[in-house]
Structures are given as structure tokens and as C-alpha cells.
């Protein structure tokens, strides 16, 4: 896990949150030009943030991903306190912290989704590829590699979009080799774990994965 992109994740949404109250605050003494600017910016980033989490679609550079989350959620925030300005007062501002809830689960999910950035990047064929994301549960005990399958488009390889995800736990098998190949049949991608030595079985522990 990565501490570093974890706590820059946090800090960047924090900036951003703190931002966002400081717009609602102010947005009196904010220059009428600049009001219709920022909600038509908020709302077009909020919703491009999440067309792209809904259609599986990343930057390639963790630190982009991080950043761009971080002002989704600064947009969003300051969308859902704006509402509060409205009449009935006493309504849109009960909406208005209903909607403020999702921006605390932010607070912790997307640091932990920034540390879990892949550790290695491996391709498969063409413009599929891999990441190894290594995991552990802690105190529940359990431990493992999660492959995460996904395509970079050739002609723009700052992007990926993402195909699917495998978890080896290393009670199974020997994660450290786990590994992705192009099935024979062309439109599979076989994950593989291979047996641990100890257990002097031949093979691996495998998936089928569909690409297409």
C-alpha cells in the first residue's frame, strides 16, 4: 500500500472540502460573473467524475486519479451546499446534509483505493494489461494479490478502462506468481496462481476472465 498517495489523497480532498465551504461562505461577496462559472464547473466536473467511475474509465497516473477525485469531491460539495440558499431554508438545508454524507465514505475510500495503486505493471497482449495490487486484511488475518485486468487505448495511453478484477488469497496459493496470459480461444484472459510448493500439487489455481 502507498502511504505517500494515500495521504495525498486525503490531503488534496480535504483542500478541496475546506474550498468548497469557503465558496458557500463567501458566495455573497463573490463576483456575479464568477457564481454562474463556478456551479456550470462543479457540475460538469462532478459529472464527469462519475460517468467515469460508472463506465470503469482511470488516468493511467495514480496521482491524477488522485486529484481528479479530489476536486469531484470539492464540486460535489459545494453543489449540495448551494442547495442550502434556497427556500424553504429548513428543507434544502436537511437535503443539503443528507447529501454531505457520500463526502464522509470519501473521505476514507478513496485514500484507500489511492494506496492500493498497482506494484507492477505487466502486459498481456496487445493493449491489455495488468497491475499486481498487494492486499491484507490486518487483524482478520488474510492476505493477498488482486490482478486487475485493463486496456490501454493506443491512442491515448494516459487512460486505462478497466476490465475486471482477480483476488488470489496467499493461503491458496503462491500469490507472488500470480500472473495473466491471453487464452487460446482470444477473447479470455486465464489468471493464474500457481499451488504453493509445500503442497506438492501440479497446476495453478486459475479464472477465466472475458475481454470482449
Do not use: Q
Not at 42 to 64: I, M
Not at 141 to 148: D, F, M, N
Not at 154 to 176: Q, Y
Amino acid at each position: 500500500m502507498s502511504i505517500m498517495l494515500a495521504a495525498a489523497s486525503l490531503i488534496s480532498i480535504l483542500a478541496c472540502f475546506v474550498a468548497a465551504c469557503w465558496c458557500r461562505v463567501r458566495w455573497a461577496a463573490l463576483p456575479p460573473r464568477a457564481k454562474p462559472a463556478l456551479i456550470f464547473s462543479a457540475a460538469l466536473l462532478t459529472g464527469t467524475y462519475a460517468l467515469a467511475v460508472r463506465a470503469g474509465w482511470a488516468f493511467a497516473a495514480p496521482w491524477a486519479n488522485v486529484l481528479l477525485g479530489a476536486a469531484a469531491v470539492g464540486s460535489y460539495t459545494l453543489l449540495a451546499l448551494l442547495l442550502s440558499l434556497l427556500r424553504p431554508k429548513m428543507l434544502t438545508r436537511a437535503m443539503a446534509g443528507l447529501l454531505l454524507i457520500p463526502v464522509l465514505a470519501a473521505f476514507v475510500l478513496l485514500p484507500l483505493s489511492a494506496g492500493y495503486a498497482g506494484i507492477s505493471e505487466s502486459n498481456v497482449a496487445g493493449d491489455l494489461y495488468f497491475a499486481k495490487c498487494r492486499w491484507d486484511a490486518g487483524a482478520f488475518g488474510s492476505s493477498g494479490i488482486k490482478l486487475a485486468l485493463y486496456r490501454k487505448p493506443r491512442l491515448a495511453p494516459f487512460l486505462i478502462h478497466n476490465i475486471g478484477a482477480v483476488v488470489f488469497g496467499d493461503a491458496k496459493c503462491d500469490t507472488e506468481r500470480a500472473y495473466m496470459v491471453l487464452d487460446p480461444d482470444g477473447r479470455h484472459i486465464l489468471a493464474r496462481c500457481p499451488w504453493p510448493a509445500y503442497s506438492h500439487r501440479p497446476g495453478c489455481h486459475e479464472y477465466r476472465v472475458p475481454v470482449y
